[in-house]
């Protein structure tokens, strides 16, 4: 059973649109939440960490957490030709013993 | 401040043969986790060294080990290498125990082909 699922894509937007990339999770105890970002032949990089139900913004990204429908999404405003990579959601469970990482979502942004 | 450092990048084995892994993690960082990722499966957690000592290991057979030394420098060996082990290793280093919620940093990964 797979703990963190994410739809893989490809997810493609104009640019200058926003792109919103979505995450469920199984685990109803997790508490913490985080997008990575993968370019094409690059390791992960972190873009976002959330702990609390609500927004988070920064910049032009927002994680927007919803514990009681174990949901969690990363909003990219005014999309980038650079922002097009895999998006990784992962998930560390209630146990906080290892990060469960989705299959990323791939996000193209059309110029 | 150097990143995380993988070696090799790229590999290629028979079935098999074995295979080692380093990672050298950030200055400072204490952790050091595995992880494999292939298209299909996504990032798959290996195990998670830390001051020496492994903490967490993930749902991968025994051909698979690993270890960290003083200096937080971390191997990882695959013994008799199948078809469906070639993918993408990548380490991640963090300052304390990653389920702690603290950033991950990836290296550049091995890339491991088995033929």
């Known amino acids: 059973q797979k703990e963190v699922e994410q739809n893989s894509g490809p997810l493609s937007v104009p640019e200058g649109a926003i792109a919103s990339l979505n995450c469920t999770y199984s685990d109803r105890g997790s508490q913490s939440f985080f997008w990575y970002r993968q370019y094409s032949g690059k390791s992960p990089e972190l873009i976002m960490f959330?702990?609390?139900?609500g927004d988070k913004e920064d910049g032009r990204f927002t994680a927007q957490l919803n514990k009681a429908s174990q949901y969690v999404s990363l909003l990219i405003r005014d999309s980038q030709p650079s922002d097009s990579a895999t998006y990784l959601c992962?998930?560390?469970?209630?146990?906080?013993?290892?990060?469960?990482f989705g299959t990323g979502t791939s996000l193209t942004v059309i110029p | 401040k150097a990143g995380v450092t993988q070696t090799p990048r790229y590999l290629i084995k028979t079935r098999g043969q074995q295979v080692t892994l380093s990672c050298s993690p950030i200055?400072?960082?204490?952790?050091v986790s595995w992880y494999q990722q292939t298209p299909g499966q996504g990032l798959q957690f290996l195990f998670e060294?830390?001051?020496?000592?492994?903490?967490n290991k993930g749902n991968f057979p025994g051909r698979f080990s690993g270890r960290q030394f003083s200096n937080s420098r971390s191997e990882m060996n695959v013994s008799t290498l199948e078809l469906g082990d070639s993918a993408l290793y990548l380490c991640?280093?963090?300052?304390?125990?990653?389920?702690?919620?603290?950033?991950?940093?990836f290296g550049e990964g091995s890339r491991l082909t088995v033929l």
């Open positions: 959330i702990y609390s139900n």
């Open positions: 200055s400072g960082h204490r952790s």
């Open positions: 992962a998930v560390i469970e209630w146990t906080g013993n290892q990060f469960y």
């Open positions: 991640a280093s963090s300052l304390d125990l990653a389920g702690l919620g603290g950033e991950l940093f």
């Open positions: 060294y830390f001051s020496e000592t492994q903490r």
